[in-house]
């Protein structure tokens, strides 16, 4: 288990990150999400002791990381995908790893074949892709078996058959009780992984929350109408807190009352309905809505002249 405890990191007058208070606890996938500059790195570089905080503390297993005779079992963290030895091979690399931790070469042998890399593990991890770089860097991270796995963003250069594999072996780490905590900018890859979400803007905690309480309490419920009385059913149905749009003839988009409203009112007017359905918000839609006062760095689409 990662648990984070009021931790802060100051550079300056600038705070990246701001009393932070979480835990990620086995057994599940937990996604750690933000907008750039919101102090993801910077935690978990303070979890693995690479930064000192400026204030709280960052344990794991109920030990801060230099404390642990046997680190690399207790939490295996890719952080970096190009942080290796350019001129060695990716086996190599691997079995310089496991040489400084006592750890044999047949575990090497396991995790190349587990990450895919077996036909390129005598090539020069320096010729590697972005894509067989992240693919060392999950070896490397897997290597002492640990019972903590920390990723920061995967998913980066894996095409969608990598991508895929990721998603797999994250869930099947987690199957086996292990902690598993991974960040990523990927919405629509984080919905389909993990469990349990984290999210953080400007440093400080805007969410602790299941993956589906996360969509349901940023949802504003939008019901789609159709009807050839939709001026008439507009008409019903406006009102105090309730907003509707119509976005082609015939279909209204009503916020402010839900689907059984809606459809009992139309009833009671004898109004015909050919639609009526509620839209899900999305992992996407949610991240946006929740993070919107916390974004760093924004801008504007370019106007196109026509």
Same mark, same amino acid.
């Not at 995790?111 to 320096?126: P, S, T």
């Given at each position: 288990?990662?648990?984070?405890?009021?931790?802060?990191?100051?550079?300056?007058?600038?705070?990246?990150?701001?009393?932070?208070?979480?835990?990620?606890?086995?057994?599940?996938?937990?996604?750690?999400?933000?907008?750039?500059?919101?102090?993801?790195?910077?935690?978990?570089?303070?979890?693995?002791?690479?930064?000192?905080?400026?204030?709280?503390?960052?344990?794991?297993?109920?030990?801060?990381?230099?404390?642990?005779?046997?680190?690399?079992?207790?939490?295996?963290?890719?952080?970096?995908?190009?942080?290796?030895?350019?001129?060695?091979?990716?086996?190599?690399?691997?079995?310089?790893?496991?040489?400084?931790?006592?750890?044999?070469?047949?575990?090497?042998? &396991?995790?190349?074949?587990?990450?895919?890399?077996?036909?390129?593990?005598?090539?020069?991890?320096?010729?590697?892709?972005?894509?067989?770089?992240?693919?060392? =860097?999950?070896?490397?991270?897997?290597?002492?078996?640990?019972?903590?796995?920390?990723? #920061?963003?995967?998913?980066?250069?894996? #095409?969608?058959?990598?991508?895929?594999?990721?998603?797999?072996?994250?869930?099947?780490?987690?199957?086996?009780?292990?902690?598993?905590?991974?960040?990523?900018?990927?919405?629509?890859?984080?919905?389909?992984?993990?469990?349990?979400?984290?999210?953080?803007?400007?440093?400080?905690?805007?969410?602790?929350?299941?993956?589906? &309480?996360?969509?349901?309490?940023?949802?504003?419920?939008?019901?789609?109408?159709?009807?050839?009385?939709?001026?008439?059913?507009?008409?019903?149905?406006?009102?105090?807190?309730?907003?509707?749009?119509?976005?082609?003839?015939?279909?209204?988009?009503?916020? =402010?009352?839900?689907?059984?409203?809606? =459809?009992?009112?139309?009833?009671?007017?004898?109004?015909?309905?050919?639609?009526?359905?509620?839209?899900?918000?999305?992992?996407?839609?949610?991240?946006?809505?929740?993070?919107? #006062?916390?974004?760093?760095?924004?801008?504007?689409?370019?106007?196109?002249?026509?």
């Amino acid at each position: 288990m990662i648990e984070v405890v009021e931790l802060s990191k100051r550079y300056g007058d600038k705070t990246a990150v701001d009393g932070l208070t979480f835990q990620v606890r086995p057994g599940v996938v937990t996604g750690f999400l933000g907008p750039n500059g919101a102090g993801k790195s910077t935690t978990m570089r303070m979890i693995l002791g690479l930064d000192a905080p400026t204030g709280g503390r960052a344990t794991v297993n109920g030990r801060r990381y230099a404390e642990h005779v046997d680190p690399i079992r207790q939490i295996g963290a890719l952080l970096e995908a190009k942080a290796v030895h350019t001129g060695r091979s990716a086996r190599n690399h691997l079995l310089a790893l496991a040489a400084t931790h006592g750890i044999g070469a047949r575990r090497v042998d &396991e995790v190349i074949d587990m990450v895919g890399l077996r036909e390129v593990a005598a090539q020069r991890a320096g010729g590697f892709s972005l894509g067989m770089g992240q693919r060392l =860097g999950i070896a490397a991270a897997l290597l002492g078996d640990p019972a903590v796995v920390m990723l #920061d963003e995967p998913v980066n250069g894996l #095409d969608p058959d990598g991508i895929r594999w990721i998603r797999d072996l994250l869930k099947g780490l987690a199957a086996e009780g292990r902690t598993v905590f991974v960040s990523s900018h990927l919405m629509s890859e984080m919905a389909q992984t993990a469990e349990h979400l984290i999210l953080v803007g400007r440093g400080r905690l805007l969410a602790d929350v299941s993956l589906t &309480e996360f969509t349901r309490q940023a949802a504003q419920a939008t019901v789609r109408v159709r009807s050839p009385q939709a001026v008439a059913l507009r008409d019903l149905l406006v009102g105090a807190g309730v907003t509707v749009t119509s976005g082609e003839p015939g279909l209204l988009e009503v916020t =402010g009352l839900s689907l059984e409203q809606i =459809g009992d009112r139309a009833a009671d007017a004898h109004l015909t309905l050919h639609e009526l359905s509620s839209t899900e918000t999305s992992l996407e839609e949610a991240f946006m809505s929740m993070t919107r #006062d916390t974004v760093e760095y924004s801008g504007t689409a370019p106007v196109v002249a026509r």
